[in-house]
């Protein structure tokens, strides 16, 4: 018999929902939603309804694209948390609903543990204990993945003390009058920049904890001081500072991940989440591969910002344990790994 599972995620401000056949992804639509540039943020609020409005269309568009019929599913899945609480009810909700209706089961999935499993989609088999680090708009953490009774299991064993990277290069574009979410706009401006042309002072926290905030009030006055000077300081030299301070934040990531390679003594490392798709850090993790000889897992591009995919394939190795979630299962906005 075949294994298709439905999946479904909403815990942000995308709407998306995948299709995972024996194992397989064989649609993963991705619904970003603009509304929140203009606000230089995403309002919970809005993301919900917004998630309202397109979550039906998008479940009908990855079953057709998938070409299979509803009623040939065997378990839904979704989104349990962690994420905003209206958001991800939409999708437990609509999850829920469906499969009621279809008389299959529903599968509970963490967000987070998703971007990690993110990393098997393409790649059956990744070797463990695997060494992630997960990198998006509300996390930062330096995790060992591995398997107890067919089960994966994880462990943090570093993570960030304040704003998440992806957080970070967020608030960094909003000082430098860029829209929400600024991260790939700096990463691709940084192209054409040069990473030398501005220093930044050192202010990482000790072990493998990381501190991000520390930077971003640094570049905030660095700008204000320059400003005075220039008033058009950003305008002018805009691609040297997207480079220059991506040079940095990257570097500060890069070092932490080096010193838990090295203590944790692990050689598999993967890399997941929206700060995954940054060409800087995907080249200097190709850099540590050869420094280091390490096996490094990097997702295609679509499988680092939130989608639905990770979802589908973390729902399956879930669904081949038999792990189903109970109607009464609800959101978990703070869920942890
Ligand atoms: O994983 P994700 O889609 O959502 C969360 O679960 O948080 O990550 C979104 C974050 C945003 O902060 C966005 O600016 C950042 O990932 N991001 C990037 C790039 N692409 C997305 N940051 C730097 N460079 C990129 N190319
Ligand atoms: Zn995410």
Redesign the pocket.
């Known amino acids: 018999m075949d294994r298709i599972i439905l999946a479904i995620e909403t815990?942000?401000d995308?709407t998306s929902a995948a299709i995972i056949k024996n194992g397989k992804i064989i649609s993963n639509i991705i619904s970003s939603q603009k509304i929140h540039s203009e606000y230089g943020g995403v309002i919970p609020e809005m993301a919900s309804r917004e998630h309202i409005k397109n979550i039906s269309s998008i479940v009908k568009l990855s079953l057709s694209k998938a070409k299979i019929k509803k009623e040939k599913l065997n378990a839904i899945a979704y989104t349990k948390g962690p994420g905003l609480l209206g958001a991800l009810m939409i999708g437990v909700s609509f999850a829920k609903g469906l499969a009621y209706a279809l008389n299959i089961p529903t599968i509970a999935v963490n967000?987070i543990k998703a971007?990690i499993i993110s990393n098997f989609i393409e790649n059956e088999n990744i070797k463990l204990p695997l060494l992630a680090l997960i990198v998006?708009?509300?996390?930062t953490e330096i995790v060992i993945l591995n398997k107890e009774n067919k089960n994966f299991k994880t462990k943090v064993i570093g993570q960030t003390q304040d704003d998440a990277l992806?957080?970070a290069?967020?608030k960094i574009a909003k000082i430098l009058r860029i829209k929400y979410?600024?991260?790939?706009i700096?990463?691709k401006l940084a192209q054409k920049g040069n990473p030398n042309a501005f220093k930044f002072p050192d202010t990482n926290v000790k072990d493998l904890n990381m501190s991000f905030s520390g930077i971003k009030t640094a570049f905030m006055y660095f700008i204000k001081e320059k400003i005075k000077l220039n008033s058009k300081f950003i305008e002018d030299n805009l691609n040297d500072i997207c480079a220059s301070i991506q040079r940095k934040l990257i570097e500060m990531i890069i070092n932490k991940l080096e010193k838990a390679i090295k203590t944790q003594r692990v050689n598999n490392i993967a890399i997941c989440?929206?700060?995954a798709?940054?060409?800087f850090l995907r080249k200097e993790m190709i850099r540590l591969q050869k420094k280091l000889d390490l096996n490094v897992y990097i997702p295609k591009f679509e499988y680092?910002?939130?989608n639905a995919a990770m979802i589908a394939k973390l729902a399956d190795f879930k669904f081949q344990n038999q792990e189903f979630s109970n109607i009464k299962d609800i959101p978990n906005p703070r869920l942890k790994l």
């Open positions: 815990s942000c995308e967000h971007h998006s708009g509300g996390h992806g957080e290069f967020d979410p600024g991260g790939p700096v990463d989440g929206g700060v798709a940054n060409s680092c910002t939130d």
